[in-house]
């Protein structure tokens, strides 16, 4: 379901990202995402669901051509599978940002054997939902769009019964790697700091009792 989260001058809406929209989700990438970042631009985030195991299954059953992007096929098989979650944004029918939302197990470099500093004990008791990535639209940035899709994706996992939202904003000076959002938009939506680590600071919200 969509939600429009802005009146006035701009009016944004919010869908979850489906196999449907996986041509809104490729041409965002492909097209508008990274206009002033190449190095970025053949990223379709991917990076916390990687996997030798997954890019040894795909190779296994996709013919790769000789300069295909192999993060393309990935995130085509992801977002096929459910795997690849998130949000996206739009503004007068085009895409204009993208969150990578889901269960913190569900990211393959969030696990606990590959970062078991992210994990604790009562983890095991409760619903944790992970929020990795914002990406705007280079002329979209700071009109609020981020904190909108970030306000409906704790809104959903409230009413999916997750205990906690977690998010990683990285330490020091924002550009390009601060694509986790910076600290004082997880703030202002009421998250506070869970535990400081060498690059990041996981921060949480409460949202409902342990299950």
């Known amino acids: 379901m969509s939600e429009q989260i802005f009146g006035g001058y701009m009016d944004i809406i919010i ?3 489906t196999p449907e929209l996986i041509g809104d989700y ?3 990438f492909d097209n508008v995402a990274f206009t ?5 631009a053949g990223c379709y985030c991917v990076y916390y669901h990687y996997s030798e195991e997954l890019l040894d299954e795909i190779k296994e059953s996709v013919t790769i051509r000789p300069g295909e992007s192999i993060n393309r096929i990935m995130a085509e ?11 996206l944004a739009y503004l007068d029918g085009a895409v204009v940002g993208w969150c990578n939302v889901n269960d913190k197990d569900k990211f393959a470099r969030l696990s606990r054997e590959r970062r078991p500093d992210l994990w ?3 983890d095991a008791c409760e619903k944790v939902k992970s929020i990795v990535c914002f990406t705007i639209a280079p002329d979209m940035r700071r009109k609020g769009i981020a904190t909108a899709m970030l306000a409906k994706a704790c809104e959903d ?3 999916e019964g997750y205990s906690y939202f977690e998010a990683y904003p990285t330490k020091g000076e924002v550009n390009s790697l601060s694509y986790h959002g910076p600290l004082n938009m997880y703030e202002k939506l009421g998250f506070t700091v869970h ?6 600071t996981v921060v949480r919200k409460k949202l409902s009792g342990c299950v």
């Open 36 to 40: 002033d970042n190449s190095d970025w």
């Open 26 to 28: 490729f041409y965002f």
């Open 77 to 87: 098989r992801l977002i096929q599978l459910g795997t690849l979650c998130g949000y």
């Open 120 to 122: 604790d004990d009562q």
């Open 157 to 159: 996992a409230a009413a």
């Open 15 to 17: 869908k979850k990202l």
């Open 195 to 200: 535990k400081e680590l060498k690059d990041y």
